[in-house]
């Protein structure tokens, strides 16, 4: 699902409009009708670039955040709002069925700040 970042009219404030016209509220969607000024436009469509810091810092996370299978897998499951500072825990896949957890960070956004099935992530080790 495919978002775009506007100021609320009533508040002027953030808020996050989906591609099916409904705005994103605390998480959920609601049901209020969209302004005349979707579909979002090419500059609106998404982050180019997502910069993301690891932890732990290590050359077995770094082969494995570097996969474009892993890349695909966040675009699929961040699909939506991300917000410098953001921080979530994932795991990786280390082989022969083993994971490691890792966590990450958005430390800068290219472009809107909506991951879509465009956005390009880069991955910066991170010593915590």
């Given at each position: 699902?495919?978002?775009r970042?506007?100021?609320?009219?009533?508040?002027s404030t953030?808020?996050?409009?989906?591609?099916?016209?409904?705005?994103l509220?605390?998480?959920?969607?609601?049901t209020?009708?969209?302004?005349?000024?979707?579909?979002?436009?090419?500059?609106e469509?998404?982050?180019?670039?997502?910069?993301?810091?690891?932890?732990p810092?290590?050359?077995?996370?770094?082969?494995a955040?570097?996969?474009?299978?892993?890349?695909?897998?966040?675009?699929?499951?961040?699909?939506?709002?991300?917000?410098?500072?953001?921080?979530?825990?994932?795991?990786?896949?280390?082989?022969?069925?083993?994971?490691?957890?890792?966590s990450?960070?958005v430390?800068?956004?290219?472009?809107t700040?909506?991951?879509?099935?465009?956005t390009?992530?880069?991955?910066?080790?991170?010593?915590?």
């Amino acid at each position: 699902m495919r978002y775009r970042q506007q100021l609320s009219v009533e508040t002027s404030t953030p808020e996050f409009i989906s591609s099916d016209g409904q705005r994103l509220v605390d998480g959920t969607h609601t049901t209020e009708p969209l302004a005349a000024s979707w579909p979002m436009t090419a500059s609106e469509q998404g982050a180019e670039t997502v910069v993301l810091s690891y932890a732990p810092a290590d050359d077995r996370t770094a082969t494995a955040l570097d996969a474009e299978s892993y890349r695909a897998y966040l675009r699929r499951t961040r699909d939506g709002p991300v917000t410098v500072g953001d921080e979530f825990e994932e795991f990786v896949n280390c082989g022969c069925g083993t994971t490691r957890d890792v966590s990450l960070r958005v430390e800068d956004v290219v472009g809107t700040a909506v991951v879509t099935s465009e956005t390009r992530f880069i991955f910066e080790p991170r010593d915590d």
